[in-house]
């Protein structure tokens, strides 16, 4: 039977990070009007998928992912109006 090598212990390799982006002013300024925009694409995206059309299926993850963003902000504006107001 051939003889193992000893193991190498693992080394800390640095993880990947996620990328903090700022909210783009328009989403910030009007996120009713962003999420409406994003709605209005994400029904195109869904529409082109189904009648595959659509070559860059990977959009209805960020566009996904966006809504969320916008509806994020939306939340944390509502919060801080409660808290201010009280």
């Known amino acids: ?43 195109k995206l869904r529409f082109q998928f189904a009648t595959r059309q659509l070559t860059n299926t990977a959009r209805i993850r960020t566009v996904r992912r966006d809504i969320a963003r916008v509806k994020t902000l939306q939340r944390q504006q509502e919060l801080t109006a409660a808290a201010s107001g009280r």
């Open 1 to 43: 039977m051939a003889e193992r090598k000893p193991r190498q212990p693992r080394s800390k390799a640095p993880t990947r990070s996620r990328q903090r982006t700022k909210p783009k002013k328009d989403a910030v300024a009007n996120p009713e009007v962003r999420l409406d925009e994003l709605h209005e694409e994400m029904f």
